[in-house]
């Protein structure tokens, strides 16, 4: 079997820094935030400023193509960085599909049925969306066709559980509510809160 995803996610890593100041410590008395993600320069750039406003959500800074939210930036009540250390956040299932169901997979001597989420992509100048069926087993979603590999194979990613649309950061206002959420993320994040003090 070759490298897995290999072509699929480009990896070259560089080093970011961030850092947070308690108000304490500074002139205004209010904290400070400083979040430098060191991502190479590419054209088109990969960063775009987004401003999010309606509803819950008023938030502004800045994102990447296909990011629902904002990666880096503030709202109202408090502020975020974030930056990615190359962890190893990632892991490959090699699955063994039932000959008699290819929808099912083997866990632990027994077959087990796999979730299968339609995913309905409506594609601009197309009059009928593409639909791709994923099949989703107790590791991961099979991404044996990006791969380039027959053999089916799942990602278990450790933000895989916490879904963008369920995020609270971007809405918080509540600097703790924030924290606990952003610890379920493979990401190193920082937060200042509009409150004098880091809470």
């Given at each position: 079997?070759?490298?897995?995803?290999?072509?699929?996610?480009?990896?070259?890593?560089?080093?970011?820094?961030?850092?947070?100041?308690?108000?304490?410590?500074?002139?205004?008395?209010?904290?400070?935030?400083?979040?430098?993600?060191?991502?190479?320069?590419?054209?088109?750039?990969?960063?775009?400023?987004?401003?999010?406003?309606?509803?819950?959500?008023?938030?502004?800074?800045?994102?990447?193509?296909?990011?629902?939210?904002?990666?880096?930036?503030?709202?109202?009540?408090?502020?975020?960085?974030?930056?990615?250390?190359?962890?190893?956040?990632?892991?490959?299932?090699?699955?063994?599909?039932?000959?008699?169901?290819?929808?099912?997979?083997?866990?632990?001597?027994?077959?087990?049925?796999?979730?299968?989420?339609?995913?309905?992509?409506?594609?601009?100048?197309?009059?009928?969306?593409?639909?791709?069926?994923?099949?989703?087993?107790?590791?991961?979603?099979?991404?044996?066709?990006?791969?380039?590999?027959?053999q089916p194979l799942a990602l278990r990613w450790s933000d895989s559980a916490t879904p963008s649309s369920q995020n609270p950061r971007n809405s918080s206002s509540r600097t703790r509510r924030s924290r606990a959420s952003m610890n379920r993320l493979w990401i190193s994040a920082v937060i200042a809160s509009a409150s004098p003090r880091?809470?």
């Open positions: 079997m070759r490298a897995p995803l290999a072509g699929v996610i480009p990896l070259n890593p560089s080093a970011s820094n961030q850092w947070v100041v308690d108000g304490a410590h500074s002139a205004t008395g209010q904290p400070l935030l400083a979040n430098d993600t060191h991502m190479s320069v590419a054209m088109p750039a990969l960063w775009y400023q987004v401003h999010l406003s309606g509803g819950r959500y008023q938030e502004a800074g800045v994102s990447l193509p296909g990011i629902p939210g904002v990666v880096v930036g503030h709202n109202e009540h408090i502020a975020w960085g974030m930056t990615t250390g190359w962890q190893d956040a990632q892991d490959l299932y090699v699955e063994k599909a039932n000959p008699a169901n290819p929808r099912e997979f083997e866990f632990r001597g027994q077959w087990e049925k796999a979730e299968i989420v339609r995913e309905v992509i409506l594609v601009k100048g197309r009059s009928a969306p593409v639909v791709e069926e994923v099949l989703i087993t107790r590791h991961g979603p099979i991404i044996s066709k990006l791969a380039g590999e027959e880091l809470k």
